[in-house]
């Protein structure tokens, strides 16, 4: 049987603080939204921006470092799957989905208490981590990206691996 792919990576900024919450189990849950851009020339010759928002959830550790560590506005870099829930409304009847990334690896790009707007100003600092069994975790995080590149360049401390 042919091995499938479900992966999914953004860079972009965050539309809202996260929020985040507490299973029953005591399990963290981080929610929040995640705007991504693309500009593109329209016929004439102008210019056109399109924001893409997506859901993004994160788990256990990952759920706690974004509500200490991300603001809205801030820039990171997420590595997840996707998944989409399909419901029936009670009131209409009407189908309904909602698609969300299930984000297993998370890299600040902004440096702590950096927004939107704040282009320079701050320290270009950022922290990984990842999620328990995520390739990042696995491996040590030795994958020489330029992602992982600017987070070896900050001191983790144990309180910031999630595993």
């Known amino acids: 049987m042919p091995k499938s792919v479900n992966k999914v990576i953004l860079i972009g900024n ?7 919450k507490y299973t029953p189990q005591g399990t963290a849950v981080a929610k929040f939204s995640l705007a991504t ?9 102008n210019w056109q921006d399109r924001t893409e928002w997506h859901n993004i959830v994160l788990w256990q550790r990952l759920a706690e470092l974004a509500g200490e560590y ?10 997840g ?6 419901w029936d409304d009670k009131q209409t009847g009407e189908k309904k989905y909602r698609t969300e990334i299930i984000g297993n690896e998370l890299v600040l790009l902004s440096g702590r208490g ?20 995520s390739r990042a975790a696995a491996d040590g995080m030795d994958q020489r990206t330029p ?15 999630p595993f």
């Open 37 to 45: 851009n693309e500009r593109h020339k329209d016929r004439e010759g």
């Open 147 to 161: 992602e992982h590149d600017l987070a070896q360049s900050t001191t983790i401390t144990d309180e910031d691996i």
């Open 81 to 86: 799957r996707i998944r989409t829930d399909s």
């Open 114 to 133: 950096e927004g939107a707007g704040e282009e320079g100003g701050g320290s270009n600092r950022a922290r990984a981590a990842s999620a328990p069994g």
């Open 14 to 20: 965050l539309g809202k603080d996260p929020e985040v």
């Open 70 to 79: 991300l603001k809205k506005g801030a820039k990171v870099y997420i590595e």
